[in-house]
Nanobody, 119 residues
Framework: VQLQAFGGGLVQAGGSLRLSCAASGRSFSSYVMGWFRQAPGKERELAAAISWSGDSTYYADSVKGRFTISRDNAQNTVYLQMDRLKPEDTAVYYC?????????????WGQGTLVTVSS
């Protein structure tokens, strides 16, 4: 399984970015997908997740109302739309896939994409 994330970069506070993650492998629609992030000196946290069908989502309190996760099962891709970005959103963002079909335990992570929000 390979997960390749795109879309990171430098943005001013209040701006927007859209991350994409393309997944290899079969049966993409059977796996939960998530976006984790790790800021300098902090532990990795789950920022957002979406169920295999897309009908259920999770957001960390710190991003709720500003980030939107979505998926396109036909394109094996998951997205993270990030709006009203804050300097504290600066982190390396990793997409992740469930380790087993219909499981909420993550088993695979991509290489990460850096998001930097300037004040």
């Amino acid at each position: 399984v390979q997960l390749q994330a795109f879309g990171g970069g430098l943005v001013q506070a209040g701006g927007s970015l859209r991350l994409s993650c393309a997944a290899s492998g079969r049966s993409f629609s059977s796996y939960v997908m998530g976006w984790f992030r790790q800021a300098p000196g902090k532990e990795r946290e789950l920022a957002a997740a979406i169920s295999w069908s897309g009908d259920s989502t999770y957001y960390a309190d710190s991003v709720k109302g500003r980030f939107t996760i979505s998926r396109d099962n036909a394109q094996n891709t998951v997205y993270l739309q990030m709006d009203r970005l804050k300097p504290e959103d600066t982190a390396v963002y990793y997409c992740a896939r469930g380790g087993s079909a219909y499981s909420y335990e993550y088993g695979y992570w991509g290489q990460g994409t850096l998001v930097t929000v300037s004040s």
